[in-house]
């Protein structure tokens, strides 16, 4: 009755997978008040998710960009700061400020300086000699490796923002503190560094024992004998004795001489080998070249005659004549040279000692110059002559 009058049935009916009626698989059927009610419920979860996640996702965005802004912020702090350190290390290389930079580590070249926020460069050749003489066996490496942590005066030398280029020298403040303890004659205990063809690089030592600056020993300057290799005359390690001969503050350079501190083997030839004359009048008889032993012939001297003529020109010079001449011991150089000698001058005469091979000549000057006067107008005769 109620099934054919259309009422509403408790029974569910069964339903295939695929909506048609299936009797084999039943599924229950889920009331339109009950499915009603449920989409509502999803709907509202789903509203509310998506509330959530836009508001999640505006938090998020909020705290990146305050991130952003927060970085932006150190960013610039940092890069300010570094400016002003740049800024600073040029202030100390125009002033030539001294500073005990910190030793942060090293590599090949050099040493890693910290200045403030920024990291420099001091190369090892910069290095003052006193580290590399305290302990000559030592490697550059192992003195590096010790210097570690340790703080060392030092020089701002360059400091180029743009190329990222901060160098600093140790060399330079150590000249700054101790070369004005050195003056022209003073004689050194010393160390020989570098040995170039040119000559030798020495390290001077200072009576607290350290070795503090460095100077060049010429190839010119380091023996009476001919030196056509320093290397035969001077090794890396060895102690020698040194004379200040010359001192360039500007360029902070120092010349020494080793020979200079042995007497020179042309004067013990002319005293001890040539006759001395026995009177001023006998000299002015003899004749322009004076031999060792009468059977002895020497020729004159190349170019010198010309050298003479040029001497008589130069303002202050009254008279040139030639004296001894005689043959020395050993060949000192190939070239002819003059030089001014220490023998002591009498009625307003010099005497220079022109040397080439084993030959030596004397000259004798007549002049109202002193001794810088004379070498200076050699120095112009010997810029004229060829």
């Avoid at 910069?126 to 340790?150: E, F, M, R």
Wanted: proline share 4%.
């Amino acid at each position: 009755m109620f099934a054919a009058a259309g009422g509403l049935s408790l029974v569910s009916r069964p339903y295939g997978i695929d909506g048609s009626s299936n009797p084999s698989v039943s599924t229950p059927v889920t009331p339109s008040w009950c499915r009603l009610s449920l989409r509502r419920r999803l709907s509202s979860a789903r509203s509310s998710c998506t509330a959530r996640l836009v508001s999640s996702g505006s938090s998020v965005d909020q705290e990146e960009a305050s991130g952003e802004g927060s970085k932006t912020a150190d960013e610039d702090a940092r890069q300010a700061r570094r400016s002003a350190d740049w800024r600073a290390a040029r202030a100390y290389k125009d002033s030539g400020i001294i500073f005990d930079g910190r030793i942060e580590g090293f590599n090949n070249g050099g040493l890693l300086i910290r200045f403030y926020s920024l990291l420099g460069f001091l190369p090892y050749p910069l290095l003052s000699p006193s580290h590399s003489c305290k302990d000559p066996p030592t490697t550059i490496q192992d003195i590096a490796k010790d210097l570690v942590g340790s703080s060392i005066p030092m020089k701002v030398l360059e400091a180029n923002e743009e190329e990222k280029k901060l160098i600093f020298s140790e060399k330079d403040a150590v000249w700054s503190k101790y070369s004005s303890q050195v003056k022209v004659g003073d004689v050194f205990d010393a160390r020989v560094g570098s040995v170039e063809d040119y000559g030798a690089f020495v390290h001077l030592r200072y009576p607290d024992g350290f070795y503090y600056l460095t100077g060049l020993v010429h190839v010119s300057e380091v023996s009476w004998d001919l030196v056509q290799d320093v290397r035969d005359f001077l090794n890396e390690g060895d102690q020698v004795r040194v004379k200040v001969i010359h001192i360039d503050r500007e360029k902070s350079r120092i010349t020494l001489s080793i020979k200079q501190l042995e007497d020179d083997p042309l004067l013990e030839t002319l005293d001890k080998v040539i006759p001395q004359y026995k009177c001023q009048q006998e000299a002015q008889e003899e004749s322009d070249v004076l031999n060792m032993s009468s059977n002895m012939n020497i020729e004159p001297l190349p170019g010198l005659e010309s050298i003479c003529k040029e001497l008589l020109q130069e303002d202050g010079i009254t008279g040139v004549r030639l004296g001894r001449q005689g043959l020395e011991k050993r060949v000192v150089s190939q070239d002819l040279e003059l030089w001014l000698s220490n023998i002591p001058a009498k009625d307003k005469q010099f005497t220079l000692l022109a040397r080439a091979g084993r030959q030596v000549q004397e000259v004798y000057l007549t002049t109202t110059l002193d001794q810088d006067g004379i070498k200076k107008a050699v120095q112009r005769v010997l810029g004229r002559v060829p």
